[in-house]
């Protein structure tokens, strides 16, 4: 039986509002809940300033709303103005009783120890994230453009705005409204423009509420708006990435399998500079840079012709060739850009036959043929299967070379500590784990794995490419470690 939005308003008035005294509902801080098929969500209108504190009552909520029948999700959201809700369905910070299996990206040891690695959208062939060291550069206007063009070389194509506090894509696309749930009753249906699938957190927040959440809340979001949204099958699907190397960006990147990356960057020296971060966020996690794109990189002036380069010219081609990535193309400064931007029709789409959607024909076309090459040179991910006992762990790559490596050998030789010291004076020397074993292998994006021991540790990442060093090498860095051991007059038993 459903539940009802009275239901959910008599639950919420068990939990006190911020001054401890009325409850959240009679306080007026609750939005209209919306209610899809066990979910229940709504936001909670708050201080900023207290949102750190009050996490306790958003958490409180959700658990009073778990405790109805019929409810088997809760999403409560914390907002900086109440949300004039009008009962469509929505997204937020995540079920508090999460999905298990590789959609939350967490593995377990399958049928004979084997591991279940993450998968990614199901329909989807390949996701593309478009990123920026920065905010300012035009990268969702650049993201839209280049998902439009992927579309125009007969590719089916959708945009994810994963820009979870200043999402752009609704306007650029011209869109409003709130998508409508799917026929099989449990995901959304994603918004539609110029044949492009969109989901963004504009569709489900009202424009101009702020939201209040913290990093794992937006990752959970954006889990969701990946995972329960019926996208059909798609070629391509864009990301829009937050700007920056945050938590966010971070783990956004870790968590799903992604094709490649673009950056987005514009000619000057400080856009530069964050561009570069963001590019070696995306090297240490092992996705593919497909290339750099430099916007605003010209102005024409619309009257006498005059080209001028405002924020200088060819920066980020030179820096593409510096950190030996591709240069996709330069796009201009141009009123026709802006302003078909703002009237929510992009140029490729608007203007298909203009010199401007020229170019993102042309960076299109580059962006596909590096995911060719990517893919054709991508590591695959090695089969990772645990031994009976759990105390080995063998790790088989796609040239069937294998290596059988000891459960005490990967959690003495773990990367969270190794990194704490570049001598072996400086690292943490760990003992007494003659007898530990492995519990769960979580697998990290396509190229590590979180590898979690009996001892509780499960900190460390274990690339690929690590767990081949530890495999060619372990004999001496075992011998290593047993001299260091008995240096420091310490013991491997518990």
Same mark, same amino acid.
């Given at each position: ?5 009275? $239901?959910?308003? *008599? ?9 401890? *005294?009325?409850?959240?509902? @009679? ?27 009050? *996490?306790?009552?958003? +958490? ?18 914390? &907002? ?5 809700? @009008? ?92 998508? $409508?749930?799917? &026929?099989?009753?449990?995901? #959304? ?14 569709? #489900? ?48 990147? +870790? +968590? ?11 000619? $000057?020296?400080?856009?530069?500079? @964050?561009?570069?971060?963001? %590019?070696? /966020? ?87 043929? +590096?995911?060719?090459? &990517?893919?054709? &040179? ?7 299967? %645990? ?27 773990? =990367? ?18 003659? @007898? ?45 470690? #047993? ?6 007059? /310490?013991?491997?038993? =518990?």
């Amino acid at each position: 039986m459903a539940v009802s939005q009275e $239901q959910v308003l *008599e639950a919420l008035r068990r939990v006190k509002g911020p001054d401890l *005294e009325s409850n959240v509902v @009679d306080l007026g801080l609750v939005s209209e809940p919306a209610i899809s098929s066990g979910k229940v969500s709504l936001s909670v209108s708050v201080d900023p300033a207290r949102a750190q504190e009050l *996490e306790p009552m958003r +958490q409180a909520c959700e658990s009073v709303l778990l405790q109805l029948d019929g409810v088997d999700a809760a999403m409560v959201v914390l &907002t900086a103005e109440r949300a004039t809700g @009008d009962g469509g369905p929505r997204a937020g910070g995540g079920p508090s009783r999460p999905p298990q299996g590789p959609a939350r990206g967490r593995a377990a040891p399958g049928p004979g120890g084997g591991l279940r690695r993450a998968t990614g959208v199901p329909g989807v062939r390949h996701m593309i994230a478009v990123a920026s060291g920065k905010g300012g550069v035009g990268k969702s206007t650049t993201a839209v453009n280049l998902a439009l063009a992927l579309q125009a070389q007969g590719l089916t194509a959708g945009i994810l705005d994963a820009d979870i506090y200043g999402p752009s894509q609704p306007r650029l696309l011209g869109l409003s409204g709130k998508p $409508q749930t799917a &026929t099989d009753g449990k995901r #959304l249906r994603p918004m539609e423009a110029f044949g492009l699938k969109v989901m963004s957190m504009g569709f #489900l927040v009202d424009e101009g509420t702020p939201i209040i959440w913290r990093g794992p809340m937006v990752v959970s979001a954006l889990n969701q708006m990946m995972r329960e949204v019926d996208w059909g099958p798609l070629d391509v699907m864009v990301i829009d990435m937050p700007p920056g190397t945050g938590d966010v960006q971070l783990t956004m990147a +870790q +968590q799903v399998p992604l094709a490649g990356a673009v950056i987005v960057s514009t000619p $000057q020296d400080l856009a530069l500079i @964050d561009a570069r971060k963001g %590019l070696s /966020m995306f090297k240490k996690v092992d996705v593919p840079v497909l290339g750099i794109i430099e916007n605003m990189s010209y102005f024409i002036c619309p009257s006498c012709g005059e080209r001028a380069e405002i924020f200088g010219h060819g920066g980020a081609e030179h820096e593409a060739g510096a950190l030996n990535v591709p240069f996709l193309g330069a796009v201009p400064l141009h009123m026709d850009i802006r302003a078909k931007s703002d009237l929510g029709q992009p140029i490729v789409a608007s203007a298909p036959d203009s010199p401007h959607a020229a170019v993102f024909g042309d960076i299109a076309a580059r962006v596909l043929a +590096q995911l060719d090459a &990517t893919g054709a &040179t991508a590591q695959s991910p090695p089969v990772l299967t %645990l031994s009976n006992d759990r105390k080995s762990l063998i790790v088989t790559y796609e040239d069937a070379t294998s290596y059988t490596l000891s459960a005490e050998l990967l959690r003495v030789m773990s =990367p969270s500590a190794e990194v704490q010291g570049h001598s072996p004076d400086q690292r943490v020397t760990v003992a007494g784990k003659r @007898d530990v074993t492995i519990t769960d292998l979580r697998p990290v994006g396509n190229y590590a794995v979180r590898i979690v021991f009996a001892d509780g540790h499960d900190t460390g990442l274990f690339t690929w490419t690590y767990l081949k060093t530890l495999g060619v090498e372990q004999d001496q860095r075992w011998a290593a470690y #047993l001299a260091e051991l008995e240096a420091k007059q /310490m013991s491997r038993d =518990p």
